[in-house]
């Protein structure tokens, strides 16, 4: 059942209206307005602050007197005191009692709700319009009354009503033009009625005309403003602007970080009461590991933040927060959402190597073979700055010999060779590796080193010629099997004793042998510069060395003979025929040629012999023709 109550103040201190009546409402209804106090002759200072010493009540800063939780009244109602301060700082104060009412006091309060009367200001006579020296205060009406309808709202009487019949209406939003017939007015008495429940979300305040005529309809008054205020009641609960909201923040953040900002609105007035005034508050985390309460949630304006320090990724990923708003500045209706907040990983975690130790062989001699790959653990987000591994050689490495790369896909170090390692100079290298990360450390850590020893492993190696490539003269006339150079090769191999064997390996001609034990190389057969294999008077020749080490091994050499020219090739004419005629003969060049080298060349004698043919076509003995070429001479018949 409905039932009201009443508001009464009885302040020592000044002048006011001792007691307010309300229109029927639940009594223990939060947010309920149960009056406005109004305090005259108190200070001629502006009342510009009040407080009521009662939790369940609060006073607004224009003296309205709110229920802020839900209360049941009993017998005498509830006295509490009311401070109030002017804007010098002066405080006063007066004892505010609520009571329940019985409906015989619910219809004296209606009774006094029915007495009040505006009256149209007066005006001079003729009806001139002239400026109004007061302001018509606005009507007042709270939303979602009961019925029954239409309820009175205030009686609306002119001061000529006594001299002549008077007509009332009213004009504007609500009476005559949409929402129509909201508001109405008796003709006869003035009383202006509301005749439906008002919502203040929808419309929050009318402005509408009263107008007074005479019975011939002419205007007795000028038209008086009225202004309908609808007061709020808290019918809307809060809304999260999302039902989930997302979020996040470092690992290792500091208590007093921001995280993010959620955000709520409320329908209800958040202006003059405290119906759409939306405090925020965190009902619950998960998980709750390291701290129950890792964040916090600013009440007025929903920005979360780091309260409790010990955010780590690679413990909790992620926490989830119930959150909660409510109204009446978080007495009232309320709402739930959730906010995610994921821990963003920061390389707070260095990497350690697993295992730390390592021994692996590799055979000398191999560059770029990969010698070992080194892994390390790493709890810090997979595949990020602050998980990949950068691998360094920090000692051992002196000469350059070992290079280490990071596997981008499986984040090992992969430890190869630069160059060719020497057996036979060094044997075991030990190497020490150190691992970071692409990011840097957020903290302060230990770095992770791993001890790499590598021995390297002897192999059978070639001999080598010393030098590679050998040089000598000879003449092209030298007696088969004579001595022509010692060419010779070394094993390598210090460690190991070994035997090396000599052969020819390329020999285009077929003119040399080499002994297979000394190395010494001498002729088999003529030598001759002139031949097609000999280019600038040069024979190459290929040498082998093979020891006799499993497997054998084989150094090349290469040798290359300057044959010494000798007078092994005689002259020869071009052309080899001449043909004269007897009659008018012209000179003929003939030319001739030698395969050999100067000194063993020109200059040529040519002689004729052993000619058939008649005397006076025979050859002539021929001297070198001056002012021609040498080797070019003429021969006149």
């Not at 201190?13 to 106090?37: D, P, V």
């Not at 003979?561 to 009659?583: A, F, K």
Request: charged fraction near 20%; glycine fraction near 6%.
């Amino acid at each position: 059942s409905s039932w009201a109550c009443m508001v009464l103040a009885r302040p020592a201190w000044c002048r006011h209206r001792q007691h307010h009546s309300l229109l029927e409402a639940r009594a223990h209804e939060s947010g309920r307005t149960l009056a406005n106090l109004q305090f005259e002759d108190c200070t001629r200072w502006k009342l510009v602050l009040y407080d009521a010493d009662d939790a369940d009540f609060h006073v607004l800063a224009d003296g309205t007197v709110l229920m802020r939780h839900h209360t049941q009244l009993h017998g005498q109602g509830k006295t509490f005191t009311v401070d109030a301060w002017d804007s010098t700082g002066k405080k006063f104060s007066a004892s505010v009692t609520v009571k329940t009412q019985s409906p015989h006091s619910t219809q004296e309060a209606a009774s006094d709700h029915q007495a009040e009367v505006l009256m149209f200001p007066q005006a001079r006579p003729g009806l001139q319009r002239q400026k109004r020296d007061w302001v018509i205060p606005p009507i007042r009406v709270p939303e979602n009354e009961r019925g029954p309808f239409p309820k009175k709202l205030v009686q609306i009487k002119s001061n000529r009503d006594k001299a002549t019949k008077i007509i009332y209406s009213i004009t504007g939003q609500g009476a005559d033009t949409p929402p129509n017939g909201i508001f109405t007015i008796e003709a006869k008495t003035g009383w202006m009625m509301v005749t439906q429940p008002l919502d203040r979300e929808d419309i929050d305040k009318y402005h509408l005309f009263s107008h007074a005529v005479s019975e011939n309809g002419r205007p007795v008054e000028e038209p008086m403003e009225i202004i309908i205020t609808v007061t709020d009641q808290n019918d809307n609960k809060p809304q999260f602007t999302q039902e989930l909201f997302r979020g996040s923040v470092l690992e290792g953040a500091l208590p007093g970080t921001s995280v993010m900002q959620v955000t709520a609105t409320d329908a209800d007035d958040a202006i003059e009461t405290y119906n759409g005034v939306i405090a925020y508050s965190i009902l619950n985390q998960e998980p709750k590991e390291p701290h129950p309460q890792m964040f916090t949630i600013h009440r007025a304006t929903g920005a979360i933040s780091v309260i409790a320090s010990g955010l780590d990724r690679e413990v909790m990923r992620e926490y989830t927060l119930t959150l909660q708003a409510a109204d009446l500045d978080g007495e009232g209706l309320t709402t739930t959402a959730s906010a995610v907040i994921e821990i963003v990983d920061t390389n707070d975690n260095a990497p350690v190597f697993d295992p730390r130790t390592y021994t692996v062989a590799v055979p000398e001699n191999e560059a770029g073979r990969e010698v070992q790959r080194l892994t390390v653990t790493d709890t810090d987000e997979v595949n990020t700055a602050a998980w990949q591994a950068v691998y360094t050689i920090v000692r051992g490495n002196e000469g350059g010999f070992f290079t280490i790369t990071t596997d981008r896909e499986t984040n090992e170090g992969i430890l190869r060779t630069a160059k060719g390692l020497d057996f036979e100079v060094r044997s075991q290298f030990v190497l020490y590796v150190a691992a970071t990360n692409e990011e840097p450390f957020v903290v302060k850590l230990t770095t992770s080193t791993a001890t790499v020893t590598v021995n390297v492993e002897d192999v059978n190696e070639a001999p080598v010629f010393d030098p590679p490539i050998q040089t000598a003269q000879v003449s092209e006339d030298v007696p088969i099997g004579q001595k022509i150079t010692s060419y010779t090769a070394q094993d390598p191999d210090k460690m190991q004793s070994q035997t090396i064997r000599y052969r020819i390996g390329n020999d285009p001609a077929g003119w040399l042998e080499i002994h297979p034990e000394n190395g010494i190389v001498t002729a088999k057969a003529q030598l001759d510069r002139e031949a097609v294999f000999v280019k600038n008077n040069t024979y190459p020749a290929i040498v082998l060395a093979v020891d006799n080490g499993t497997p054998p091994a084989t150094g090349t050499g290469t040798l290359l003979l300057t044959l010494l020219d000798v007078n092994d090739n005689g002259p020869e004419p071009d052309p080899r025929e001449i043909t004269v005629c007897n009659q008018n003969p012209v000179p003929q060049v003939l030319t001739i040629s030698d395969k050999d080298l100067p000194p063993n060349t020109s200059p040529f004698r040519a002689e004729t012999f052993t000619c058939t043919c008649p005397a006076w076509q025979r050859w002539q003995d021929l001297a070198p023709a001056r002012g021609f070429p040498r080797s070019s001479w003429e021969t006149k018949f």
